[in-house]
């Protein structure tokens, strides 16, 4: 079963607007991490929000962790047509990163130029 | 140069058969991975190895084996294809770095049809 569940399934937006994506999951994390994939390629790590932070930057992204309602949300900024792709989020459940990660499902975005 | 890749990048196989997926990387990672993607369901995990003597079951292990040549090469085997096996394969490496942290790093894929 998948442990993170990702909302919207599909988006699409203007360019230069901003798109939010979020995620559910069930049980508890050491941390939880988005990844991005473009079509038919490999994923790209973008960014990793440990269960003690509450939100973390990187260049146009900005990733909120919610421990309480056992979810994080992703935002990307200013979107650029190259931002189109599938991002998903992804939890470790261990301690000392012993534990594998466990993928959602992704959401599809589309940047409309 | 790739860190990751994998070969081939494309199959098309038939009922039966057998098929070996190959992994390499050159990060120096411990930690090897295979994931199979379908549309809709995300990546799923097959098989993990957290070095050259550990080899773990993931979540649809069924089907599928696994050998660790070498930290660096890590491979995917289907004793005998079926077509629900036809999905995208990809290869994933990671580390822990000094705050444990464990991003994982993606080959290019395999494109596997079973007809």
């Known amino acids: 079963s998948q442990q993170g569940e990702e909302d919207p399934q599909a988006l699409s937006i203007q360019e230069g607007e901003n798109a939010t994506m979020n995620c559910s999951y069930k049980t508890s994390i050491n941390n939880l991490q988005w990844y991005r994939q473009n079509s038919g390629r490999g994923l790209v790590h973008l960014i990793l929000?440990?269960?003690?932070?509450r939100e973390k930057h990187s260049g146009r992204l900005r990733v909120t962790l919610d421990t309480s309602k056992k979810s994080s949300s992703l935002l990307i900024t200013a979107s650029r047509a190259a931002d189109t792709a599938s991002y998903f989020c992804?939890?470790?459940?261990?301690?000392?990163?012993?534990?594998?990660?466990?993928f959602g499902t992704g959401t599809r975005l589309t940047i409309i130029p | 140069d790739a860190d990751v890749t994998q070969t081939p990048r494309n199959r098309i196989t038939k009922t039966g058969k057998r098929i070996m997926l190959e992994c390499s990387q050159t990060k120096g990672h411990d930690r090897m991975y295979w994931y199979r993607q379908d549309p809709g369901l995300g990546l799923r995990l097959i098989y993990y190895?957290?070095?050259?003597?550990?080899?773990n079951k993931g979540e649809i292990s069924d089907g599928y084996s696994v050998s660790r040549q070498a930290q660096a090469k890590f491979s995917l085997s289907l004793e005998s294809a079926i077509p629900n096996q036809t999905a995208l394969y990809f290869c994933a490496t990671s580390d822990l770095d000094r705050e444990g942290d464990n991003e994982q790093f993606f080959g290019p894929g395999t494109r596997l049809t079973v007809l």
């Open positions: 929000i440990r269960s003690n932070e």
């Open positions: 190895s957290f070095d050259v003597k550990d080899i």
């Open positions: 992804a939890t470790d459940r261990s301690n000392f990163g012993n534990e594998k990660l466990t």
